[in-house]
């Protein structure tokens, strides 16, 4: 992943940036709008987790995850290199601890793409974080997405859905919500939310 540098950061100068946490359920688009919004802006630093998850075609190491077995992640979470994990449908994430504490050191906003768990995790641990949570245009959309994404087998599809109805309920905890009814509209706005003192 591309280092930023406060020369080429979009952040005024008198903006203190802080951690921007994106969740919502699985197949809503988060891994898109983020996508979208780094061709805009490459500049905007997106912490990669890690992950024991199998790559899917096309992910590659170090660029969409780390991809690592039981083993390593045991070894992450036992010396305290996460700064938060969980287990989703089957397998751990779990976001590095350092890159996100020097970006954020070095004045810089910093993404995090999690699930309601982490996000949780997080909120308890950095206070002025900024969670955002991302809702699909209805309960339909984001079953179409997540089978049209073709990804997952259908037994993954319904534990990943069974964990969907547990986030769209939890959505009052975030400070804000956007719909994802068009990629590039909030792509322009999480970018606005992440600028923002
Ligand atoms: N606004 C949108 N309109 C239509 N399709 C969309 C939109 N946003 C994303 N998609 C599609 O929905 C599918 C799921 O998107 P994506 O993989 O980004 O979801 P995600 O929230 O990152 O999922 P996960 O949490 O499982 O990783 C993809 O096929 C993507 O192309
Ligand atoms: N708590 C964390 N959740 C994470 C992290 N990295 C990704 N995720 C979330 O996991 C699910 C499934 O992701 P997928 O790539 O297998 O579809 C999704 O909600 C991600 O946002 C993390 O470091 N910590």
Avoid at 69 to 85: C, M, P, R, T, Y
Wanted: hydrophobic share 40%; glycine share 6%; proline share 7%.
């Amino acid at each position: 992943m591309a280092a930023t540098s406060r020369g080429t950061s979009p952040v005024p100068p008198d903006v203190r940036p802080r951690l921007t946490v994106l969740s919502g359920p699985s197949g809503v688009g988060k891994s898109t709008v983020v996508a979208h919004m780094r061709t805009v802006h490459p500049e905007v630093w997106l912490s990669v987790s890690a992950t024991t998850r199998k790559p899917r075609p096309g992910e590659r190491n170090g660029v969409h995850y780390f991809f690592v077995d039981d083993e390593e992640f045991d070894k992450l979470v036992a010396n305290g290199e996460l700064l938060e994990w969980a287990e989703f449908a089957g397998n751990r994430y779990g976001t590095p601890r350092r890159a996100v504490l020097d970006r954020l050191e070095a004045g810089e906003p910093v993404l995090l793409e999690i699930d309601l768990q982490g996000a949780r995790l997080v909120r308890q641990s950095m206070d002025d974080a900024r969670l955002v949570f991302l809702a699909p245009p209805s309960w339909e959309e984001l079953v179409r997405r997540l089978t049209g994404r073709g990804t997952e087998a259908p037994e993954v599809i319904e534990r990943r859905l069974a964990a969907a109805k547990i986030e769209l309920a939890a959505e009052a905890e975030f400070d804000t919500t956007l719909v994802n009814t068009s990629v590039e509209d909030v792509a322009r706005e999480l970018l606005t939310l992440m600028l923002q003192a």
